[in-house]
C-alpha cells in the first residue's frame, strides 16, 4: 500500500488542507476509485472505507488484488471543518453555498481536441492516451479557489478508472444506489451483494454530479471517436447511498465493506471465489419516474407509511400537522412506488422534501436529484 498526500490551495492564511488517498495494487491496465463522505457529514460509507482500507491491504498481501485500487476515505476535508454550534453541516460549502456534489467540470470536448491526431487502431493504446490525457489536465490546471482544488484533485484519481464506487447516505433511507444506463449490467453484481433495494437509472440527472462527471469524457470521445478508432468501454460510475445519516455501526460497516469486496471479486478486479451472489432484490427503475413529494406549508411532520412500503397513486405517506390551527394537510402520492427516502426533520418549512418513491411513472425532467 502507498499512501499520498494532496495540498489543496489555501482558502485563508494560515490554513492548509490535504486530501490523503490510499493505493493498492500494482498499475496494471484495471483501476478502481473508492472515496467516502464527499458530503462530509454522511459517515456510513467512511465506516465503510476504513474497513475497505484494512481487507484491501491484506488482499494485497496475500497477492490477490488483480487491478490497481485507490480508495479515499475522506474525500471532502472542507466539509469535514464545517460546525456551527455542534451542528455539522457538510452537504454545502458555506463559503460559496454550493452543493458539494454538484457542478464538477465536464472535460470531454477538451480531450477530444486534444487526442483528435492521436489516437491508433489499439483500444489499449487508446486508453492509455486517455488516462495520460485526463491526467495531465488537472495536473497542470490552475485553481481558482479551495473548492476547485478539491475537485480538481478527486476527479484526476477517479476520472481514470474502470470503475468508480462513490459511498454516501441520505437522510433516512433504504440502501440504495445511482448508475446510468450503459453502467447498469456491471454494476448489478454489486447492487446484488450490498442488498441495495432501489437502483435508479439516469445518463443525465443534471447538476453536474461527481459519478456523471467521471464517466463523461469517456463516454464522449467514445461518441466524437467510435466509429474511426477502437475505443475502451470506459469508466463504471455508481454512488451507493448507505441508508441514513444515523445508520454508521462497526457491524454494519463490514459488512457492507464485506459485499463491495465480492462484487470486485466477481467483476474479475480481485481474485477470488465468493460462490453464488444474493437475489437483486428489485429491478432498476428510472430516476425521472421517482415521486418527490414535497410539504405545501410548515408544521409538525408525522410520517404515516415506512421505509420499503409500496404505496400506490392516492395514498398518503405522511400529514404536516398545525398543532394551533388544527389544520391537518395530508401528503397523497400522485403515481406511487417504493418509498426509499424521508427527511429526517420531524418539523417542515414550506416547501421541504418530505418523501421520495421509487417508481416508473412519475415522468419528471430537468434537475432530477435532490437539491
Not at 486530501?19 to 465506516?47: C, K, N, W
Not at 476504513?50 to 491484506?58: I, P
Not at 457491524?251 to 477470488?272: C, R
Not at 414535497?294 to 412500503?309: D, F, K
Amino acid at each position: 500500500m502507498q499512501q499520498q498526500h494532496h495540498p489543496l490551495l489555501s482558502a485563508s492564511l494560515g490554513t492548509q488542507r490535504e486530501i490523503v488517498s490510499f493505493h493498492f495494487g500494482t498499475d496494471s491496465q484495471q483501476r478502481v476509485y473508492i472515496q467516502a463522505a464527499l458530503h462530509g457529514d454522511e459517515l456510513p460509507g467512511m465506516a465503510v472505507a476504513w474497513y475497505l482500507k484494512h481487507k484491501l491491504l491484506a488482499l494485497e498481501s496475500a497477492g490477490q488484488l488483480k487491478s490497481k485500487i485507490t480508495l479515499v476515505p475522506v474525500a471532502n476535508p472542507l466539509a469535514m471543518g464545517q460546525h456551527w454550534h455542534g451542528s455539522h453541516l457538510g452537504r454545502f460549502h458555506t463559503l460559496s453555498g454550493q452543493d458539494f456534489n454538484r457542478r464538477f467540470p465536464a472535460l470531454g470536448d477538451t480531450l477530444a481536441e486534444e487526442l483528435a491526431g492521436s489516437l491508433t487502431q489499439s483500444e489499449y493504446e487508446n486508453k492509455r492516451l486517455i488516462r495520460d490525457a485526463i491526467d495531465r489536465h488537472y495536473r497542470d490546471r490552475i485553481a481558482k479557489t479551495e473548492l476547485d482544488a478539491q475537485r480538481f484533485t478527486l476527479m484526476r484519481m477517479a476520472s481514470q478508472a474502470d470503475l468508480m464506487i462513490d459511498l454516501h447516505c441520505d437522510w433516512d433511507a433504504l440502501p440504495h444506489l445511482y448508475t446510468t444506463p450503459h453502467a447498469w449490467q456491471d454494476i448489478e453484481p454489486l447492487a446484488r451483494w450490498l442488498g441495495s433495494e432501489v437502483q435508479l437509472l439516469a445518463q443525465i440527472s443534471g447538476g453536474e454530479p461527481f459519478d456523471e462527471a467521471c464517466c463523461e469524457p469517456w463516454l464522449t470521445l467514445a461518441e466524437r471517436f467510435g466509429s474511426e478508432y477502437p475505443m475502451p468501454r470506459g469508466l463504471l460510475p455508481v454512488t451507493l447511498e448507505l441508508r441514513g445519516v444515523a445508520d454508521v455501526s462497526p457491524e454494519q460497516a463490514e459488512k457492507d465493506a464485506d459485499a463491495i469486496i465480492n462484487a470486485l471479486i466477481e467483476g474479475g478486479y480481485i481474485a477470488g471465489d465468493v460462490g453464488e451472489s444474493p437475489a437483486l432484490i428489485n429491478p432498476a427503475t428510472p430516476l425521472a419516474g421517482c415521486e418527490y413529494i414535497h410539504a405545501p406549508h410548515s408544521g409538525l411532520l408525522l410520517n404515516r407509511r415506512e421505509l420499503g412500503e409500496w404505496i400506490k397513486p392516492g395514498e398518503v405517506v405522511a400529514e404536516i400537522v398545525d398543532p394551533i390551527t388544527d389544520q391537518v394537510t395530508p401528503l397523497v402520492a400522485e403515481f406511487g412506488g417504493v418509498l426509499y427516502a424521508r427527511n429526517l426533520m420531524k418539523f417542515a418549512t414550506a416547501g421541504m422534501l418530505v418523501v421520495r418513491l421509487a417508481g416508473e411513472n412519475a415522468g419528471r425532467e430537468g434537475e432530477l436529484l435532490v437539491g
